[in-house]
């Protein structure tokens, strides 16, 4: 076995060694919990854990989209230095040349082998779906090396939905690299989540998807004619801690429907709202003020909490000071009836007044 057999060997092995299989068993049981979830939220008002099963959900699909692209690109690589699926060197065909002069004159000169011409490079599945969402012609050309992070994707893609241009906002996803394409799945949906807190005015709530999917939905899908009905669904359940919709289509999802969706979205949302795609530095920069506002209230909802309970803590001290002194007076009192009525009192009751005995001691 040569070098590039033993190398091929090692690369074919670790992609099948990527835990795709488990991955998707993972997120089959996930999808069983949500739907349990969701009935049991009908009876409560108890999120139970909805919020982090969401989050484990998306965690999961974005680890799944890494693991394709890891895929592909070690098959692209396995294709690159000249093996085939099975790791065997690919098949090198020369073609036979003989002289005019040897056939014998009269025989019929042999039939010149055709060589097939070279297969045109196969479409990146990334190019392809996206053209599929957007409704329009496949996406030609090699990706844009300028797009090298998703950060950039999604400055491009804002510009593009703000602007209203469906075929510029093709051009511009269809030249991205399926990794960065990819990358929107992860970067959009806590900017989704900020910018509908915004536009709603309070953290998204259950009761806010309604209202989402009105200022979201029909733009949306104008941009996105392709695009299934649940993805854009899923993406506001989500962005509104609740669990997605139930599929009744068993096909799984495409892997660039929700990267391509969450980023379009997000333009949509920037769009009603009036702002720009602030940069990646200006992002973290606000993410930590609302991080240090959050530890402030926290803070406060913790002095305040303690501050009830010392309240508390204080009133009972009192109400027992005061128990104890009405227990203590009342002890006297117990005492002098069980011994008999004092010298003083009278047939009235009242201790240390003496009855009048005429109408004249009372007059004076």
């Given at each position: 076995?040569?070098?590039?057999e033993?190398l ?95 056939a ?24 392809v ?11 030609s ?51 989704l ?10 953290p ?28 854009v ?45 602030a ?15 959050q ?56 201790p ?13």
């Open positions: 076995m040569s070098i590039v033993d091929g060997a090692q690369v074919r092995a670790a992609s099948d060694d990527l835990p795709l299989g488990q991955l998707a068993v993972a997120l089959e049981r996930f999808g069983l919990a949500a739907e349990r979830l969701r009935w049991v939220r009908q009876e409560s008002a108890n999120p139970m854990g909805v919020p982090e099963l969401s989050s484990a959900v998306e965690y999961a699909e974005s680890a799944g989209y890494a693991l394709r692209v890891a895929q592909e690109q070690l098959t692209a690589y396995l294709a690159m230095i000249g093996l085939a699926a099975d790791d065997s060197p690919a098949p090198h065909t020369t073609r036979e040349r003989r002289p005019a002069h040897d014998p004159r009269g025989a019929t000169p042999p039939e010149t082998a055709t060589v097939p011409p070279t297969p045109a490079a196969a479409p990146r599945w990334w190019a779906r996206v053209a599929e969402l957007t409704g329009g012609g496949s996406v050309g090699e990706p844009d090396e300028a797009i090298a992070d998703s950060n950039e994707l999604l400055r491009r893609v804002v510009h593009e939905v703000r602007a209203g241009d469906r075929e510029r906002l093709r051009v511009e996803l269809g030249r991205a690299h399926a990794d960065v394409g990819l990358g929107l799945a992860a970067l959009a949906p806590p900017l989540r900020e910018l509908a807190g915004e536009f709603l005015g309070h998204p709530r259950a009761e806010d998807l309604p209202r989402l999917r009105q200022a979201l939905d029909s733009r949306t899908r104008d941009l996105l004619p392709g695009l299934p009905a649940p993805v669904e899923t993406l506001l359940a989500r962005v509104c801690r609740m669990p997605p919709p139930r599929r009744d289509d068993p096909e799984q999802p495409h892997a660039a429907d929700s990267a391509v969706t969450a980023g379009v979205l997000t333009g949509v949302l920037l769009d009603r709202l009036g702002r720009e795609l940069t990646p530095p200006e992002r973290e920069r606000r993410t930590d003020d609302a991080r240090t506002r530890a402030a209230v926290d803070g406060q909802r913790r002095a305040a909490a303690n501050h009830d309970r010392q309240t508390d803590a204080e009133w009972g001290r009192r109400a027992a000071v005061i128990g104890q002194q009405a227990v203590s007076r009342q002890r006297p009192a117990a005492a002098g009836r069980r011994g008999g009525p004092l010298p003083a009192e009278g047939r009235s009751g009242a240390g007044i003496k009855r009048p005995s005429s109408r004249r001691d009372a007059d004076g």
